[in-house]
Structures are given as C-alpha cells and as structure tokens.
C-alpha cells in the first residue's frame, strides 16, 4: 500500500478482473492437458516416477475426485539417470520455456535440485523430498499434441 495506495491503477484492475473471469475456462484446460501428460509420463520407461493426484495410481487419488474438480496442471516427475538425464531432457525441449516461474499459460518445466532449491546441500534435497532427476513440468494452454510432441522428442535425447 506504501507504494502503490490501496487501489490498483484501472488497468491494472481491468487485467485482474479479466483474468478472474476466464479462469475457470484456463483451469479445466490445464487439467485435461496436465492429466493426458501425467498419464503419458506414467507410461513412459524413461521415468521412474509421477506425481499427480488425479492420476488413479496416486495415493492422493480418492481425495482429490472426492474434493476436486481438477488438480492443476503442475505435475512433478523423476527421470531414470537423476541430474544428467532430467537437465538433458530439459535442454531437449523446443515447446516448453525452462523457468523458475511455474503456472504460466506457457508451458514451463524446472528443475527443483539445481534452481529453486539449489542452495540446499544433497542431504538437505534428500530431506526435502528432492530427487536429483526430479522434473516440476507446469502444462500450459498449448495444443495437447504440441506438447505430447515435445515431450516425446525430449525424451528421444535421454539414456
């Protein structure tokens, strides 16, 4: 409030607004997209594991189709061969913009080990949950099969 006052400029609010207004259009897309995702990461050999609630193998499973109607489209996942094969996965990606910065219309993809938890020692991470080839993909608005698409030519560069 000391910078700004207690009111947005107009267009500032008028933005605000408009994003509220679509958001539950944006939200069930981001869902769907994030769920056909998670289901093909699950699938894939290359990864060892997929965390998603929506997806029925999640142990969170019954409570998110008890109390959601979607869950996100952040989805984290570890990729065989840790740091080396998740960072070479990440630079493989045309589609996906690498960023510290998740939930985007844009699909992103980070690396938690090496970017927002980077000044944790290996045993803080292993504390923390962190695996080193652990992948936070946020799935964006995009076509569903440019980002299949991306994923799988990805993927074709790792071990």
Do not use: W
């Not at 207004?21 to 769920?35: D, G, I």
């Not at 065989?80 to 913009?97: C, H, I, Q, T």
């Not at 991470?125 to 936070?136: D, H, K, P, T, Y």
């Amino acid at each position: 409030m000391r910078d700004f006052g207690c009111y947005p400029a107009a267009h500032s609010a008028f933005l605000l607004n408009l994003g509220l207004e679509t958001l539950p259009v944006r939200m069930k897309q981001y869902c769907e997209n994030a769920l056909t995702v998670a289901k093909y990461l699950e699938s894939n050999d290359k990864v060892e594991s997929v965390m998603y609630p929506a997806l029925e193998s999640n142990e969170s499973y019954p409570l998110a189709k008890k109390y959601l109607k979607g869950c996100s489209g952040v989805i984290t996942f570890v990729i065989k061969g840790g740091k080396e094969n998740a960072v070479k996965f990440m630079d493989s990606l045309k589609l996906a913009s690498n960023e510290v910065h998740v939930a985007d219309i844009r699909t992103c993809v980070l690396h938690p080990a090496s970017e927002t938890h980077r000044q944790l020692t290996d045993e803080q991470l292993e504390a923390a949950g962190i695996n080193s080839g652990m992948v936070r993909f946020s799935v964006g608005l995009e076509d569903i099969n440019d980002i299949l698409d991306d994923l799988k030519q990805a993927f074709a560069n790792v071990k």
